[in-house]
């Protein structure tokens, strides 16, 4: 499965997945590379300076290491690739590459983001280290979650995605309800495996609900237990694990942050 990539058919990760290789065939016909424990990162020719370069492994390295302090798992024995080009238009990881004989984790990154530490390395680094999640909302809201701790706790930087940290996505996510209220739209954000996302409005608003009401989660069964169920890689892991319906969390969970009522959904 492609992590951080909202994509909306089966057509459409095929094409993804054939970008991805032209772009890593371009990278590796003439690469800039920094390795380290456990990563490599590869740079297209002439994106970044070897100083850049070294400076951006240094946190990659330091931030796998952080995530599985953090989360407890240990990540893989395969060397996790990041491919840096400023042909990737949107940041995102395969926990599996389908494409080698390994299959190991594959990270996409801008490479123009890179000088100014705003590339979301973090959140990108949780889905190699952690791998599939289930349902869309448990792996990009623990993501941005994990991200935005390890960085608060650790150190490095957390670059967002499409939602604020952990301090300021409670706000995000209550003015995102607000707005599709306005809207009319309907209440099952978090019922689907694969939400059908038609437009940026609302795969940002998909992404601040997924990592607020994820954030509540942690604070209310703990990190171990949140890391089990997404683990389980199963739709149904959060009721079956917590003994509480998926229903009844999203109720907890807008009251907690000051809402009432059904969140928001695509239509």
Same mark, same amino acid.
């Given at each position: 499965?492609?992590?951080?990539?909202?994509?909306?058919?089966? =057509?459409?990760?095929?094409?993804?997945?054939?970008?991805?290789?032209?772009?890593?065939? &371009?990278?590796?016909?003439?690469?800039?590379?920094?390795?380290?424990?456990?990563?490599?990162?590869?740079?297209?020719?002439?994106?970044?300076?070897?100083?850049?370069?070294?400076?951006?492994?240094?946190?990659?390295?330091? +931030?796998?290491?952080?995530?599985?302090?953090?989360?407890?798992? &240990?990540?893989?024995? &395969? $060397?996790?690739?990041? #491919?840096?080009?400023?042909?990737?238009?949107?940041?995102?990881? #395969?926990?599996? #590459?389908? @494409?080698?004989?390994?299959?190991?984790?594959?990270?996409?990154?801008?490479?123009?983001?890179?000088?100014?530490?705003?590339?979301?390395?973090?959140?990108?680094?949780?889905?190699? =280290?952690?791998?599939?999640?289930?349902?869309?909302?448990?792996?990009?809201?623990?993501?941005?979650?994990? %991200?935005?701790?390890? %960085?608060?706790?650790?150190?490095?930087? #957390?670059?967002?995605?499409?939602?604020?940290?952990?301090?300021? =996505?409670?706000?995000?996510?209550?003015?995102?309800? /607000?707005?599709?209220?306005?809207? +009319? /739209?309907?209440?099952?954000?978090?019922?689907?495996?694969?939400?059908?996302?038609?437009?940026? $409005?609302? $795969?940002?608003?998909?992404?601040?609900?997924?990592?607020?009401?994820?954030?509540?989660? %942690?604070?209310?069964?703990?990190?171990?237990?949140?890391?089990?169920?997404?683990?389980?890689?199963?739709?149904?892991?959060?009721? $079956?694990?917590? @003994?509480?319906?998926?229903? /009844?969390?999203?109720?907890?969970?807008?009251? +907690?942050?000051?809402?009432? +009522?059904?969140?928001?959904?695509?239509?």
């Amino acid at each position: 499965m492609i992590a951080g990539i909202v994509s909306l058919s089966a =057509v459409a990760v095929m094409a993804d997945f054939r970008d991805d290789r032209r772009i890593a065939a &371009e990278v590796d016909r003439d690469p800039l590379v920094s390795v380290c424990a456990g990563v490599e990162v590869r740079s297209a020719s002439g994106s970044l300076t070897p100083e850049q370069l070294d400076e951006f492994a240094g946190l990659v390295e330091r +931030g796998v290491g952080d995530i599985a302090r953090f989360t407890g798992v &240990e990540p893989r024995k &395969e $060397r996790i690739l990041v #491919y840096l080009s400023p042909h990737v238009e949107i940041s995102h990881t #395969y926990p599996r #590459y389908p @494409g080698s004989y390994q299959h190991e984790p594959r990270i996409f990154l801008d490479s123009d983001r890179v000088p100014d530490h705003s590339a979301p390395y973090l959140h990108e680094l949780v889905h190699a =280290v952690v791998g599939d999640g289930g349902p869309m909302w448990l792996e990009e809201g623990f993501a941005s979650w994990v %991200a935005s701790s390890v %960085a608060t706790k650790y150190g490095g930087y #957390y670059a967002p995605v499409l939602s604020a940290g952990n301090d300021r =996505v409670d706000a995000q996510a209550r003015a995102a309800i /607000e707005r599709s209220r306005a809207a +009319g /739209e309907p209440g099952d954000w978090f019922t689907a495996d694969d939400p059908h996302l038609t437009s940026p $409005r609302e $795969r940002r608003a998909f992404y601040i609900l997924s990592h607020s009401f994820t954030k509540f989660l %942690a604070t209310s069964l703990g990190t171990n237990s949140l890391v089990s169920i997404h683990r389980a890689d199963d739709v149904n892991a959060l009721a $079956r694990l917590s @003994g509480v319906s998926l229903d /009844e969390w999203q109720r907890r969970w807008m009251e +907690g942050i000051g809402e009432g +009522g059904t969140v928001a959904a695509t239509r």
